[in-house]
């Protein structure tokens, strides 16, 4: 049988990072995730949906969103979907929902620190070296004015 799971969503962060880290010191990013499409109906209206997704990130690139990423904040996730499953305490009953686990997120804006982040010293980038992607392991913070990602 064939299977594949890839997702590729771009929006913007509905609320902050929420960065915690598990008992072994793995970092864990949640985030929620706004997508809308945009069309126009046959008399010419022009209608809106809006998708409202949850998006899971781990590591070092989830200590990165979590300094650099704010509500509103545009990005690029690619990830592959879960299944999360529990017990509703209220109801006794299985609850299950859908989310991205991310692989890959590129910040689309500013690379600016956000308001209560641990600051970082600049450093000197030559202009002709690419800017690493989120998730590659990157040795020394980033200049104030460079784009992180």
Known sequence: MASFNKVILMGNLT????LRYTPKGTAVAKLGLAVNRTWKTETGETKEDVLFIDVEAFSRQAETIGQYLKKGSPVLVEGRLRMDTWDDKQTNQKRTKILVTAENVRFLG????REGAAPEAPRNRPSATPAPVAGE?????PPEDDVPF
Do not use: C, I, L, T
């Not at 609320?15 to 929420?18: F, K």
């Open 15 to 18: 609320r902050d990072p929420e």
């Open 110 to 113: 500013s690379g600016q620190p």
């Open 137 to 141: 392991s990157v040795e020394e913070p």
